[in-house]
């Protein structure tokens, strides 16, 4: 069982948005602003995506967002594309086992 | 271009030992946190290891006193070595680089399959 719980799947139409949740502890997420989040295309190494809750890395697209509330963080997709679809995976840091991460959530689009 | 190269995955039996490398390229691992991430088939991301830039190092509680993650500066490489292997242990084993100074990884190596089974 993963540390921290995100849905299974989630799915939506191109060009609507979806919102994935990862929600934890206050030994993790709730404690610090440290949730990251990656996208992993199948066969392939994760890729970063969001990280400090709501900063994204050079080069990602301005549709990925992020944001928490107390022991949840979401990712918003917006004006979802094909290649959004993936597997997604949150992480934070933890003061009881250093990085924790989500279970995942396949992302499938229409 | 920033680059790290996992290599040393393989068939080995329960019990056994097994080294991986984590070769970087374009910035040096002792000026970095290094992490090791691995993944059981068809399953979610599982932390393993960090080595601080300072030297310290931590484990996840199931790889504790089993497995050591170690660099050599000489060779800009890091590795986990991993001993008494289990067939949980099974994983594609991925290297990742602190992203600036946060709790976050990128970029991460292709990862190395390591089998551990009779």
């Known amino acids: 069982q993963s540390a921290l719980t995100q849905p299974a799947s989630v799915s939506a139409s191109p060009g609507q948005s979806i919102t994935i949740s990862c929600t934890g502890t206050?030994?993790?997420?709730?404690?610090?602003?440290?949730v990251s989040w990656y996208q992993q295309h199948p066969g392939k190494a994760p890729k970063l995506v969001i990280y400090?809750?709501?900063n994204r890395p050079a080069g990602i697209s301005n549709r990925f967002s992020g944001s928490k509330s107390g022991n949840t963080a979401s990712l918003t997709i917006s004006g979802l594309q094909a290649e959004d679809e993936a597997d997604f995976y949150c992480?934070?840091?933890?003061?009881?086992?250093?990085?924790?991460f989500g279970g995942g959530t396949r992302v499938t689009v229409l | 271009e920033v680059q790290l190269v996992e290599s040393g995955g393989g068939l080995i039996q329960p019990g056994g030992s097994l080294r991986l490398s984590c070769a970087a390229s374009?910035?040096?691992?002792?000026?970095?946190?290094m992490a090791w991430v691995r993944q059981a088939p068809g399953k979610g991301l599982q932390w393993v290891s960090v080595?601080?830039?300072?030297?310290?190092?931590y484990y996840a509680d199931s790889v504790k006193g089993r497995f050591t993650i170690s660099r050599d500066n000489s060779k800009n490489t890091v590795y986990l070595q991993m001993n008494s292997l289990r067939a949980g242990d099974t994983a594609i084993y991925y290297c990742?680089?602190?992203?600036?100074?946060?709790?976050?990884?990128?970029?991460w190596g292709q990862g190395t399959l390591v089998t551990v089974s009779s």
């Open positions: 992480s934070s840091y933890s003061n009881i086992n250093i990085l924790v």
């Open positions: 374009e910035f040096t691992v002792s000026d970095n946190y």
């Open positions: 990742a680089r602190r992203y600036t100074i946060t709790w976050a990884f990128d970029p």
């Open positions: 400090d809750v709501n």
């Open positions: 080595i601080y830039s300072g030297g310290d190092t």
């Open positions: 206050s030994s993790d997420i709730g404690g610090y602003d440290y």
